[in-house]
């Protein structure tokens, strides 16, 4: 079975096996690197995603020993998992692809290695951004201190979490009009998604005007 070529294939023709397939590379600390990555980019996705792959993505995020990319990745991977779980919550009998104690699990990693200092740069923007998808109390300051930041990086991570955490019309608003491309769809994003009306007019602008793309 060869990953890149999965990796080019529509998820839902994956074949049977495919699952067995990521857990083993990510659980191999020898498979070579960019396997590894592409194994935690593809983990997350809902047509293979389970207990013991998001054990193994964990694991991944965890170790000091990985590169930071494969790390961010496994980040990444945990947050569309977390947000349908969260979305559809474990009581009225779903078919959700994890159990309610992994995704508790989910929840409470990434917040210990958020908070930790010695987690790098990269892997807790990714955190960040995986972890709002089930908004907790804590990331009201988490996503303050990353706006305060005079890091673009981080600014940007702030304003894609206003798509997921309440109590940041103002600086969605203000952030239509940054100079940062990315900044800027990610504040379009965001105000779509709370249906903000003082993002109107520069959504007008951006339709009537000859110069956007």
Known sequence: MDLKA???????????????????????????????VLASEMAGDFTVVNDELVDALLTVLRSSGESELARARAAISLGPVLE???????DNGGDLPISEQTFRRIQESLRELYMDAQTPREVRRRILEASVRAPRDWH???VCAAYAS????????????MRFVRGFDEQIVKELDNRNADIRLEAFLAAGNWGLEAAWPHVAA????????
Do not use: M
């Open 150 to 161: 005079d890091d673009d990086a981080w600014k940007l991570t702030a304003v894609f979490c």
């Open 6 to 36: 999965l990796k080019d294939t529509p998820p839902w023709d994956w074949p049977d096996g495919t699952a067995e397939k990521l857990l083993s590379i990510l659980r191999d600390e020898q498979a070579p690197e960019p396997d590894r």
């Open 84 to 90: 349908y779980a969260d979305t559809e919550g474990f």
């Open 206 to 213: 951006l339709i009537h005007s000859g110069q956007t793309p």
């Open 140 to 142: 009201q300051n988490a």
